[in-house]
């Protein structure tokens, strides 16, 4: 695959194959995403490369816990609420995925079932957390350098063939995580990626969420 369509195709995928990823090709993504660069080379990130029976039992503890009222225990800071052209896109992609899936405004039962949907890790055969080295905490670079080895690893993985999404909700009970992947107290859980076979058959998989264009992103300064 070029690398535009593997840019211009990635989409997320929020429904999968019940069909195993290999470990090798996983290790294989892996090795591809790490070529992202990372702040004087620290490379702070770490993967937890997680299937079956504990990764159902993180799907079990996020879900139940949450419904539980257990308040969302996330490691990462989450800053104000969206507001203004943030919060429009914000609805927009929510639209966008539920008018796919056919989920009515005020179906509040549906709209439950795709939210727990995303607790489940959108019942991906994998999911992938990545986490970084504690001692690094408080430098804006680490997260930002979690970022850039995240955005590599889903367009590594989307090359071969393998769909994923950057998702939060499953990271919702960040002690259920740590315990059930064995995530050591020196690393600070950063994001979860859901990782397996797209199933094509599954609307929302044909999203694609628009983006602001260069002209409004982008300043050029000192061109003719
Ligand atoms: C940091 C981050 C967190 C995200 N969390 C979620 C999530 O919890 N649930 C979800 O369905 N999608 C989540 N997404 C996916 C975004 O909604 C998606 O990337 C965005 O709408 C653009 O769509 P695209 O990835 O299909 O291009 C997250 C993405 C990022 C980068």
């Known amino acids: ?13 929020r429904g999968y194959l019940d069909k195993p990823v290999p470990r ?15 702040s004087m080379n620290t ?14 039992r993180i799907r079990r503890g996020n879900t139940e816990r949450t419904l539980a009222g257990e308040p ?11 507001a203004g052209v943030h919060r429009e896109r914000q609805v927009d992609v929510a639209k966008q995925l539920f008018g796919a899936m056919g989920i009515e405004r005020d179906d509040k039962d549906a709209r439950q079932d795709w939210v727990l949907r995303g607790f489940r890790q959108f019942d991906a055969p994998v999911c ?6 504690k001692v690094l905490e408080g430098s804006d670079d680490t ?8 955005t590599a690893l889903v367009n590594a993985a989307w090359s071969r063939g393998l769909g994923c999404v950057i998702n939060s909700q499953g990271i919702m009970q960040s002690p259920v995580v740590r315990e059930h992947a064995g995530i050591p107290d020196d690393q600070v859980i950063m994001k979860a990626v859901a990782l397996g076979w797209p199933d094509d058959s599954f609307p929302a998989n044909a999203v694609v969420p628009p983006r602001k264009s260069v002209d409004e992103a982008a300043t050029f300064v000192g061109f003719a």
């Open 1 to 13: 695959m070029q690398y535009d369509d593997v840019i211009m195709g990635r989409r997320s995928i």
């Open 24 to 38: 090798e090709l996983i290790a294989e993504v892996l090795a591809l995403a790490m070529r992202a660069p990372s």
């Open 43 to 56: 490379q702070p990130w770490n993967f937890h490369v997680i299937t079956g029976e504990p990764l159902a």
């Open 72 to 82: 969302d225990s996330r490691e990462f800071r989450k800053g104000v609420p969206f």
């Open 128 to 133: 992938v957390i990545i986490t970084y080295d």
């Open 143 to 150: 997260p930002f350098d979690c970022g850039a080895v995240t």
